[in-house]
């Protein structure tokens, strides 16, 4: 498997890529869902990152009661959710990712944030903790597609914005159903294990490099940007 190079463009994720936040995620959605009087276990939903809100809520929904909520009443149980996590403590910077985006900069590679949430809260953090990384021009977020990951949609989207083929781009995730909306947009995709996701789920999801940690990758791309694996 090839690293692409010269690689123009990285699509990165945000929640659990850039900042520590999916274990905030994972808390609101186990309150609002267990406050709905549906039972649920916090780990569930590490399973269902990347997805939009509504698409979580009608999974969900789908499954306990047999059928979706209207679109209103999705946004207002998204709402509740969005609520919950703005109550918590701020998420901390994955280690590594700051260094992982400046070496792909200094790389003169582009990067295109992608991610399923809609989260203004962590949005607007993007440009304090990533200054001058993602142009307000090259970010997709949830409210930006009709269909969210798994769907290669959001990521076919990024490539739009970078303005380049999938064979010129990476995708970085911490999640498998990211991973698989990355490989179905064509892309090389590179997964890290920032969570509790076994890596036997990264490599059925068909990831193309694993890394155990951020700093991890972040320390093997100047090798990766310049060397064919």
Not at 45 to 74: D, Q, V
Request: hydrophobic letters at 45%.
């Amino acid at each position: 498997m090839r690293f692409p190079h010269p690689l123009k463009a990285a699509l990165i994720d945000m929640d659990g890529v850039l900042f520590d936040s999916m274990k905030l995620h994972t808390l609101a959605w186990q309150r609002m869902v267990a406050g709905q009087g549906i039972p649920c276990t916090r780990e569930e939903f590490y399973r269902y990152e990347g997805m939009t809100g509504p698409a979580t809520i009608e999974l969900i929904w789908k499954r306990e009661r047999g059928e979706a909520p209207s679109a209103e009443e999705a946004d207002r149980l998204y709402r509740i959710k969005a609520g919950y996590f703005k109550e918590m403590a701020e998420p901390e910077v994955i280690p590594g990712a700051q260094a992982m985006t400046a070496a792909l900069r200094g790389a003169g590679v582009r990067c295109v944030l992608v991610t399923g949430s809609a989260q203004g809260s962590l949005l607007r953090r993007i440009d304090e903790d990533y200054e001058g990384v993602f142009a307000p021009s090259d970010r997709v977020t949830a409210l930006d597609v009709t269909h969210g990951k798994p769907d290669p949609e959001p990521y076919l989207r990024g490539l739009e914005k970078a303005g380049v083929s999938a064979a010129e781009a990476i995708v970085v995730e911490n999640a498998p159903l990211g991973v698989v909306a990355a490989k179905a947009a064509g892309c090389f995709t590179v997964a890290v294990m920032t969570g509790p996701i076994p890596r036997a789920d990264f490599e059925e999801a068909g990831a193309d490099l694993i890394f155990e940690s951020m700093t991890g990758f972040a320390e093997a791309l100047p090798g990766l940007l310049n060397l064919d694996l």
